[in-house]
């Protein structure tokens, strides 16, 4: 008798759990930065804004590197102080390429991390608009392992590719 009570009360008490099943959704925040047409559009942006100092790090390291290469060649002809000069220019170069290539990674990572800060944050307003609209209770952006069934991905990128 205790233990038919005791199912019959556990049976109640999950009975409205499941009347109000949690609807959870998942979106890949990786193929939102990969497939998006937002994200795309940031990129080639990027990509222009910085081609030209791309090359010009370009063009000096072939620089660098010829004139290494004809220091070398000409190390046994030429004169120790001719030598000694060449070596000094070769190191200011090199110095002069070094801190140019730092200062362009950092600048190019803090203009992507602004545009993908900017691609974020329309995906943001996005999910919570299907969200609301298709009464989501929670939706996810990183998971170890999330079932296809409630991935929304595809709902995401249709919206942010409009």
């Known amino acids: 008798m205790r233990l038919v009570a005791t199912l019959g009360l556990c049976i109640a008490a999950s009975a409205p759990a ?5 609807r959870i959704g998942f979106v890949n925040t990786e193929r939102i930065f990969r497939e998006a047409t937002p994200a795309k559009s940031a990129q080639v942006k990027i990509d222009q804004e ?15 590197k010829s004139l290494s290469e004809k220091l070398d060649k000409d190390v046994a002809v030429i004169a120790e102080s001719d030598r000694i000069k060449r070596q000094r220019e070769l190191t200011d170069l ?3 390429f070094q ?3 730092r200062e362009f990674r950092e600048d ?12 974020l944050e329309r995906t943001t307003r996005v999910i919570k ?3 609301e609209a ?17 991935d929304i991905t595809d709902k995401v990128l249709k919206a942010l590719n409009k």
């Open 108 to 119: 190019l990572n803090q203009r992507k991390n602004e545009e993908l800060a900017a691609v």
């Open 94 to 96: 090199d110095k002069d």
């Open 99 to 101: 801190r140019k290539q």
């Open 134 to 150: 298709e009464k989501y209770d929670i939706v996810f952006q990183d998971a170890v392992y999330a079932s296809p069934r409630i």
């Open 129 to 131: 608009q299907i969200a």
């Open 50 to 64: 910085f081609s030209k100092r791309e090359k010009e790090l370009q063009d000096v390291a072939a620089r660098l």
């Open 18 to 22: 499941k009347a109000q099943e949690a």
